[in-house]
C-alpha cells in the first residue's frame, strides 16, 4: 500500500466522520466517503489503545493495510475509507480479519461481487 493511499490528517479522518456513510459488524466500524475525481481509494486506520499494546495494534493495521491491497481491484477508487477496529479483532488471525472486513465491504456495497478467477 503506497503512502499516497493512507489518510493521516486530522481533518482528512474528520472529514470523513463527519459526511460519510457508516457501516459496521461487532469487530470493524468502516466510514467511506465518496471522493470525486480521485485516482486511488485512501485509508486511514484507527485502533484504539484499549484494543491491545502495539504490537497487536500494528498487526491489526498490517492485516487490514493487506485485506485492501488484496481487494483493491474490487474496490471503488474514488473513496476515502476510515476503518475503526473494536476490541475482538485483537484476539483474530488473518483470516477471520480478513472476512469480517469483507462482510463489512459488503455490507456498504464497496466490494463488487465477482470471481477471482479471471485474474
Do not use: C, W
Not at 459496521?24 to 466517503?33: E, H, I, K
Not at 502495539?54 to 474514488?78: G, H, M, S
Not at 476490541?87 to 463489512?104: G, I, N, R, T, Y
Request: aromatic letters at 10%; charged letters at 30%; zero cysteines.
Amino acid at each position: 500500500m503506497r503512502k499516497e493511499q493512507r489518510i493521516k490528517k486530522n481533518e482528512e479522518f474528520s472529514s470523513v466522520f463527519k459526511k460519510g456513510q457508516s457501516v459496521a459488524n461487532r469487530q470493524f466500524v468502516l466510514y467511506s466517503l465518496k471522493k470525486e475525481g480521485q485516482a486511488n481509494f485512501r485509508i486511514g486506520l484507527s485502533v484504539s489503545k484499549k484494543v491491545g499494546n502495539a504490537v497487536v495494534r500494528n498487526r491489526i493495521k498490517r492485516y487490514v493495510r493487506t485485506v485492501f491491497q488484496t481487494y483493491q481491484e474490487e474496490l471503488p477508487p474514488n473513496y476515502d475509507f476510515v476503518i475503526i477496529a473494536r476490541h475482538p479483532v485483537a484476539e483474530m488471525d488473518f483470516h477471520q480479519v480478513e472476512s469480517s472486513l469483507k462482510h463489512v465491504l459488503k455490507k456498504a456495497r464497496h466490494i463488487k461481487k465477482k470471481d477471482h478467477t479471471s485474474h
